[in-house]
């Protein structure tokens, strides 16, 4: 039974990983006018023609629906409302689902398309998964396994088993 119980957390343990491993991400941005943004997986294929919704603060039903474009790509022309924030919230294939509130930027200082590309840069850095991460990983299995080992070790010594 033991046995079959550190198989069972085994398997889990390197398996969970990978649920994370293909989540759904977006990012928006609303200048007033038009809300943009885009949407995609964590290996930075883009969520295309994915159904979206727009929420306004203290709504419960979308104010607006979408869908994505071939690239992640959606822009919603959407009257300004004081004091309000928007949250978007995209539905992908597979049940993945993800919701972010959209920045508020102001159109006259910059270009949309700047400032849509430098947060289209700053999302990918922040949701890419870096080497450091992985090794994080398998160093926090290892160092289970090493108490594990160390647990079984001493009820040896002691004579338990």
Known sequence: ???F????ALFAACYLPNAYAHAL???AQYDGQTLSGKSYYSDMTPAAETYLEVFRSGVSDP???GKTDRQGVFKLSIADVPHTTLKVV?????GHRASVVAAHTS???QSGADLMLLREDIAHLKDK?????ILGGIGYIVGIAGLIALRNARKIKQGRI
């Open 129 to 133: 998964i870096y080497l450091h991460d």
């Open 63 to 65: 104010v607006l629906t």
């Open 1 to 3: 039974m033991k046995k």
């Open 107 to 109: 159109a006259e200082n």
């Open 25 to 27: 991400y977006v990012f």
């Open 5 to 8: 119980a550190f198989l069972t």
């Open 90 to 94: 995209v539905e992908g294939d597979e």
